[in-house]
């Protein structure tokens, strides 16, 4: 029983100490929306805010990453807004569903010929912190030092 329960958490351990988690098969898709109206005016930083708060926002709960970007489209400069979302591989349908739906919602609402989306598969790996690691070795060592392991 100790030997086993000994591989078992240093099994455990080594899983935690390792310092990441790799998740496989996942997808990035970038949106690439333009702040230039066909009028000569643009999309104000208002406009945009209240447009990622109420559309984007309540649609990616998870997360999202939104940066200001300088594009050049037909010969000219313009302001851009850059949003990314990664999402697993096997719920590409419905999030990819999701992300034209607010590509066609911006389109129509600012006047754009189009809103750019491009997806690609990624590797993602998430890097753990400093402190759970601290906590859960100092239990580990806590049951083991009781179980008089060592």
């Known amino acids: ?8 958490i240093l099994v455990t351990l080594m899983y935690f100490m390792s310092g990441s988690a790799v998740a496989d098969e ?12 066909p009028d000569g005016t643009g999309v104000s930083l208002q406009q ?7 559309v984007i926002a309540p649609t990616f ?3 999202f990453n939104v940066v200001d970007s300088i594009g050049f489209w037909h010969g000219g ?6 949003l990314t979302v990664f999402y697993q ?7 990819q569903a999701q992300l034209k739906k607010i590509a066609k919602k911006y389109a129509t609402t600012f006047k754009q010929d189009s809103v750019l989306m491009v997806t690609t598969p990624v590797n993602v790996e998430f890097i753990k ?3 759970p690691e601290k906590n859960i ?3 580990t060592f806590k049951v083991l030092e009781t179980l008089k392991v060592f």
């Open 89 to 95: 591989k096997e719920h590409s349908e419905s999030f």
């Open 26 to 37: 996942w997808t990035r898709t970038r949106m690439f929306f333009g702040l230039s109206v």
């Open 48 to 54: 945009w805010e209240q447009f990622r708060n109420e």
């Open 137 to 139: 070795l100092a239990q």
């Open 1 to 8: 029983m100790k030997s086993v329960l000994t591989k078992l």
């Open 129 to 131: 912190g400093v402190a």
């Open 61 to 63: 709960k998870a997360g």
């Open 77 to 82: 400069m313009e302001r851009s807004k850059i």
